[in-house]
Nanobody
Framework: QVQLVESGGGLVQPGGSLRLSCAASLRTVSLGWFRQAPGKEREFVATFSWFGTTTTVADSVKDRFTVSRDSSKKTMYLQMNNLRPEDTAVYLC????????????????WGQGTQVTVSS
């Protein structure tokens, strides 16, 4: 069973940047980022497959967020720029058995999450 550990969250002012990391204990087919704000449903952010170059980023953030990876470290990153208060949420890393998954139900393992708060 893969284990996922997120890091890099924190408090940032509007317009600022953060880089989140997700370290996996082993490779699965793909990893994804989701976020969940209080009282809201879990929302897809980005995903990529270890065995290809295709990445998918949600339309709502694709002009500000970038997903990348370091295969040697089995780590996925989420670079978030020009952050807005509405980006405030717990960001969760998850593992899936297929590539390109954008629905939470397609992911079988979840990390504990890292809090991102955008506020002045």
């Amino acid at each position: 069973q893969v284990q996922l550990v997120e890091s890099g969250g924190g408090l940032v002012q509007p317009g600022g940047s953060l880089r989140l990391s997700c370290a996996a204990s082993l490779r699965t087919v793909s990893l994804g980022w989701f976020r969940q704000a209080p009282g809201k449903e879990r929302e897809f952010v980005a995903t990529f497959s270890w065995f290809g170059t295709t990445t998918t980023v949600a339309d709502s953030v694709k002009d500000r967020f970038t997903v990348s990876r370091d295969s040697s470290k089995k780590t996925m990153y989420l670079q978030m720029n020009n952050l807005r208060p509405e980006d405030t949420a717990v960001y969760l890393c998850a593992a899936a058995g297929r590539g390109g998954a954008t629905q939470a139900r397609d992911y079988h393992t979840w990390g504990q999450g890292t809090q991102v708060t955008v506020s002045s």
